[in-house]
């Protein structure tokens, strides 16, 4: 067989020949724009062109700061297509781990949306290899101490649009990286290769899996500068997708918006981004067509069964729960039904559904506890590991890798069942996980129980060190505008449903719970609070 | 990134572990069978087990002579598997044909269909490297002078479940090898890796493309000594998709029976089944329930556009038609409409899905002819060139390598044209392609034309030597039972379709038309008959 690398500039030049009249819908401070694939491909030639005359070489590292829109996208393509890594920032991290990334990757150029400029000037002097800024924007260029700053578009405009992605490089040259939040400590670096995001690409484009198609409109909701966007931008525009890119600073209201306008039919966030839609639909249905959606696809952290309901049952919208981490790239299991499983009553297909799915094709995946492999029961906890072509095997020059990356597969930090179907269910992260007297108890089954319950909005359960369990757990919960519900009203719910000795020790009632950047709670925080709770 | 081979044990892998339950449903000479993926695996691993006893070493060539049934599937999963090469010998080729095969791929272990012992036997003192017969039955082995003979089912029944599929292996190794007649001399040996076809799985799973998924039940009728049935075993056990092998000698009644029974969904073979199929449904449809289907694969050569249309519009059978060859494993393209041609007038629409499609994702294409790479203007003709990670780099040991592979190209040998949509139409084969006073003139073109005609069966074209043209299109047809027309009325058929000179200089009728082994016209038997037809 040839050798046929899995190189990403393959992807932009077969939308180019094949989908050259295929839009992208683009969403910019300036407005919505649209831009066919054939547009796309000879501006991603000219921004590697242009790259190329500021200096740019090969295993550079270009940072982003944007938003999803058509320059990021094309940034996705052309810092790739140079044979230089896409280092697409977090735009939601502090100044000072901002800072930290960019010299820790040592970030040559740097995209920048305009919004984050203030930013970068309270920092300025203190990430010394960044050799240029390009505003992507097309109005004129903001007055900024930061130097040298160039125009986006001016550049694309001086630069050849005859630029040939480079082919000469081994498929697994780094191709993009990414920083994920540690709980504790600095942002930790996954650097991906050519061959994993190709990889993943087709996986995400299996019947099985995403099943992404030409005749999809595909939103990727979730931020490109988060594990690129789930890799949606890259298999899209392979498969010549049109692509809807929701921009900066949006709200549930445009969401719904986009996808009556441009018949979405595809798209993916996590679960934050999917309640504030749903309020919004549950508030205006009236006013949006949601029709085209044939899926919602849900990951990042576990979706709460009573809003996979709400989405299917009161608004008719198929929900697709999903599995991956920055290291992962992130697809690692989907929530599908097998086939024999369609005829099962409609709860227990909920409950399947609501689980995170079977491993895509590709990956191996197994979790272990301290005696050993678990069964696959669907009753015993454990780790889940993962390995595969897309799977980091490194934090990037980090010491911290040794912790995550042991015999060949990556531990997620995750515990799980998984069930004779092999359906992985998480039950909670390694760190939340409640140990009370040496029995572990799942804060993730809990808070899902209390987020069932009509009046509560959020729940977060944490454990809280106990003189005598070692670890109980605590509930947070915040409770929807105008509901009234007692802590003693909502441990009678949890009963029948739980061993007793799972029930929280106390239910606390909060305005708003903590959460990281990317929406997740933030149980830390929550555990820091409680730390004298139960003494 | 870790390195993650793409090794094909994994398939199996994920079919014993997510679908033991699905099955794959085998017709044998004893009947048929039903069995799941957990038992398929475990009689795979004994069968690898088997062939280690007998001797079997990584990188060695194990043949097969045998129809679509399951413990063919079993050989394909065990054979690379162990390290080993699985070669899938065409039963269809001369017993001298065969011979040369063997020894050309020094096969040392052979899996035989009983009804192919007569066969071997003709040519037993011929095979040296051949150390052992093993016998694919559940019944009492025959008399045969061939030695060692062994049961397939008692060596299962003697060896281990718990073979472990082997790892250690570069994902570059050789998985498989077919051979392909050529148009002079002996056939030629294409090796598959493990990479190509675990790669080629993906692409067959793609939505745009095959879209497999667990939910299909797919039936391969084209053979699994010919490309690996298109490798449809491998993409449908990774997928967990329901196998339907119709074994030995079938007729187009057992496939529509077998798809009505089975609830079939997606179905693949040569033009020459379905025309088959379509005559059968003609007259047989009360009997038959077609309604499962949802894809009828088309490839091996080109399928008349009245075909296509009997099957959509008198039977409401989608019918996909795709193109490939034995050095391209095959999927090269397929001809799906694009989301934008959807609005097409119904015989539009037709005229495109009549073509070969567009290239589907992993794969490159072009096309050329003595002044370079033509445009994609759907006029220019010119040789499709593919090159990518599932395309042959070499005739394995053979010197015509070089005809066939330049510059890192497969050279196809089939001429095409390709449209500004980059859907490529097949037009000749290079050798078959008639020249006439300069200008090339498409036989296929002109046999699509007549098979379109409501009395012609079937019809092939082919340049015939010429005193002033250098060569001249001469068509041989074969009618419909009981249809009847002339020669004058054909020709008058045809002129309104095509510029005068492409008009056939004469128009014979034949009761059959030489095919190959795999149901292509044979157009050098009717070129060799015709010679001095126009002298």
Request: contains cysteine; glycine residues 6%.
């Amino acid at each position: 067989m040839m050798e046929g690398k899995l190189l990403i500039s393959q992807m932009m030049e077969r939308a180019e020949k094949l989908f050259p009249k295929k839009e992208v819908i683009s969403r910019t401070h300036s407005g919505i724009h649209r831009l066919t694939y054939k547009e796309i491909g000879e501006r991603t030639r000219r921004l590697a062109s242009a790259l190329e005359n500021l200096g740019v070489e090969r295993g550079d590292k270009v940072a982003t700061l944007a938003w999803n829109d058509h320059r990021h996208l094309e940034a996705y393509f052309a810092i790739p297509g140079m044979g230089a890594v896409l280092h697409t920032i977090n735009i939601r991290l502090s100044a000072e781990h901002i800072t930290h990334i960019i010299n820790h990757a040592e970030d040559k150029v740097l995209l920048v949306d305009p919004m984050f400029l203030p930013l970068l000037e309270a920092i300025k002097d203190h990430i010394p290899t960044v050799k240029a800024f390009i505003i992507m924007t097309d109005e004129e260029l903001p007055d900024t101490p930061l130097s040298p700053i160039y125009s986006y578009e001016d550049l694309l405009l001086e630069a050849s649009p005859h630029f040939e992605f480079v082919k000469d490089i081994d498929e697994n040259t780094p191709a993009g990286m990414c920083f994920t939040s540690a709980t504790t400590g600095k942002p930790k670096g996954v650097v991906y290769s050519h061959r994993g995001i190709t990889l993943h690409s087709l996986a995400m484009g299996l019947a099985d899996s995403g099943g992404l198609s030409e005749a999809d409109v595909c939103m990727a909701v979730v931020p490109m500068f988060h594990v690129n966007a789930w890799g949606l931008p890259f298999a899209s525009t392979w498969f010549g997708t049109t692509q809807v890119m929701p921009g900066p600073s949006f709200t549930p209201e445009l969401l719904a918006e986009l996808i009556t306008s441009e018949n979405v039919t595809i798209t993916a966030g996590v679960p934050t981004i999917w309640l504030g839609l749903l309020k919004e639909l549950d508030a205006n249905a009236e006013r949006y067509d949601m029709s085209s959606l044939r899926a919602v696809l849900c990951g990042g952290s576990a979706a709460p069964m009573g809003m996979i309901r709400a989405f299917e049952e009161k608004h008719n919208i198929p929900f697709v729960h999903a599995y991956g981490m920055t290291e992962t790239t992130p697809l690692v299991t989907l929530s599908r039904l097998k086939s024999y499983q369609e005829d099962l009553p409609t709860e227990e297909k909920l409950q399947i559904r609501a689980k995170q799915g079977c491993v895509v094709p590709g990956l191996e995946i197994k979790a272990v506890n301290d005696d050993g492999d678990i069964e696959w029961n669907g009753q015993d906890m454990g780790e889940l590991l993962v390995r595969g072509p897309w799977i980091a095997d490194e934090y990037y020059k980090d010491d911290r890798t040794d912790e995550a990356f042991k015999d060949g597969w990556l531990h997620t930090g995750d515990i799980v069942t998984i069930d004779e179907e092999g359906t992985i269910k998480i039950t909670d992260r390694t760190k939340d996980l409640v140990k009370s007297g040496g029995e572990w108890i799942s804060t993730i089954d809990l808070e899902n129980a209390l987020m069932a319950h009509d009046a509560v909005f959020e729940a977060a359960v944490v454990g809280v060190p106990h003189p005598e369990w070692q670890e109980r757990p605590v509930a947070a919960v915040v409770l929807k505008p105008g509901a009234v519900v007692d802590k003693a009203e909502l441990m009678e719910f949890l009963k029948p449903q739980f061993a007793k000795w799972w029930i929280p020790d106390d239910i606390i009632f909060m305005e708003e719970l903590p959460k990281t950047s990317v929406g997740k709670f933030q149980k830390n925080a929550l555990r820091e609070k409680l730390q004298e709770h139960l003494v």
